[in-house]
């Protein structure tokens, strides 16, 4: 990332998350009763979740790899008890454990609207690749080459190019032009059972964070990319998409 580019788009961030922020809090109190009416708890989710890439190991050679960390906003959308049993998983389409606000929320990504918290804190940004649990991260790095650049001297992001060009799990729309590759981009060693794997939705995500992060190598396609993102997310927001 440029100096250019890395000054601009701190600079959105902040301008972009006061505004969001300004603008959305007047549906805390009508979100906040929803959750509460529908499944009493806490109204809010914090979840540690793993930042930049720092230096350290990579599993494939022997480094151990090392992210910056920190807590995470949301409002809750699942039962308070949702991980007592399973631990740390993927949320999937269906997920018996969101409530049915708490699908309501998913799926306007409403749920995400507190990181523009984290955002003005500098843990995040308006734009880049979401970020993963730690306790998660290290086996997604094992199973699918070069996960870890997705986020190398890039923070993750409210919203991203994969999520503005893929479904909720990572699943190529049907209409995608990269839909035509998906056989080729998932499963790719044609291990048995391994089909639709939690793995195989990441790779698909991990195109769009790569090219993202290429997009950042220069200003005039940082600016179009980032602004082509930030135009979508809105819209895929009031249909729901991509969630």
Not at 48 to 74: Q, Y
Not at 111 to 132: A, K, T, W
């Given at each position: 990332m440029t100096p250019s580019v890395r000054f601009l788009k701190r600079a959105v961030d902040v301008v972009g998350a006061s505004v969001g922020l300004a603008m959305t809090l007047p549906l805390y109190p009508i979100i906040g009763a929803a959750i509460y009416l529908d499944s009493p708890g806490p109204l809010f989710y914090k979840?540690?979740?793993?930042?930049?890439?720092?230096?350290?190991?990579?599993?494939?050679?022997?480094?151990?790899?090392?992210?910056?960390?920190?807590?995470?906003?949301?409002?809750?959308?699942?039962?308070?008890?949702?991980?007592?049993q399973t631990g740390a998983v993927l949320a999937q389409v269906g997920d018996p454990r969101v409530t049915r606000v708490g699908r309501i929320l998913r799926?306007?990504?409403?749920?995400?609207?507190?990181?523009?918290?984290?955002?003005?804190?500098?843990?995040?940004?308006?734009?880049?690749?979401?970020?993963?649990?730690?306790?998660l991260l290290a086996n997604l790095a094992l199973a699918i080459p070069f996960f870890e650049e997705r986020m190398r001297s890039v923070k993750p992001g409210i919203t991203g190019l994969a999520q503005v060009s893929l479904g909720y799990t990572g699943k190529a729309p049907t209409e995608s032009e990269i839909a035509a590759w998906e056989s080729v981009l998932t499963n790719p060693w044609k291990l048995e059972g391994a089909d639709g794997s939690e793995a195989d939705d990441m790779r698909m995500k991990l195109l769009y964070d790569l090219a993202y992060s290429a997009s950042l190598e220069r200003l005039s396609s940082y600016v179009r990319t980032e602004l082509e993102i930030i135009v979508k997310t809105p819209l895929i927001m009031l249909k729901g998409l991509g969630r």
């Open positions: 979840q540690r979740r793993a930042g930049e890439l720092l230096e350290g190991e990579d599993p494939k050679t022997g480094r151990k790899l090392k992210f910056s960390e920190f807590r995470m906003w949301k409002f809750r959308t699942m039962r308070p008890d949702a991980e007592k799926k306007t990504r409403l749920d995400e609207l507190p990181q523009f918290i984290n955002v003005l804190r500098g843990e995040m940004s308006i734009v880049g690749p979401r970020p993963e649990r730690p306790e």
